[in-house]
């Protein structure tokens, strides 16, 4: 079953002030996640910004994978934060090998250990 999500970064969330646009899907045990992403010249916008992430996303142009055993929203948004975070660090915003593990909050990691561990 593939389950799709969406978030958009806020103002101030990221201390260089990067805005970006995650769009992700869960499938066969793994989050893929793509992104697009604001220089500080730009300026931000939600509709466009999902638009390049969903186009990278549907072409397999994945800023990272993170295998997990299954994936909700709360899951997502922890992880969307994260991708964004690294970001501020990383020029690069599609590397379609690259797998992330992401520490999840105590009371997830439970319930996400990938299929067959």
Do not use: N, W
């Not at 066969?28 to 500080?40: F, T």
């Not at 186009?55 to 295998?67: A, C, D, E, I, N």
């Amino acid at each position: 079953m593939t389950v799709d999500f969406k978030y958009h970064s806020r103002p101030g969330e990221v201390k260089k002030g990067i805005r970006a646009s995650v769009s992700a899907k869960y499938e066969d045990g793994k989050l893929k996640i793509a992104v697009s992403r604001c220089s500080k010249k730009d300026v931000f916008t939600k509709r466009i910004g999902g638009v390049i992430a969903d186009g990278r996303l549907s072409h397999k142009r994945y800023y990272t994978q993170v295998p997990l055993g299954h994936c909700d929203i709360k899951i997502f948004l922890h992880v969307a934060r994260e991708v964004i975070k690294g970001l501020a660090k990383d020029s690069v915003v599609v590397r379609p090998d690259k797998i992330s593990m992401i520490s999840l909050p105590k009371e997830e990691e439970k319930q996400t250990a990938p299929v067959g561990a």
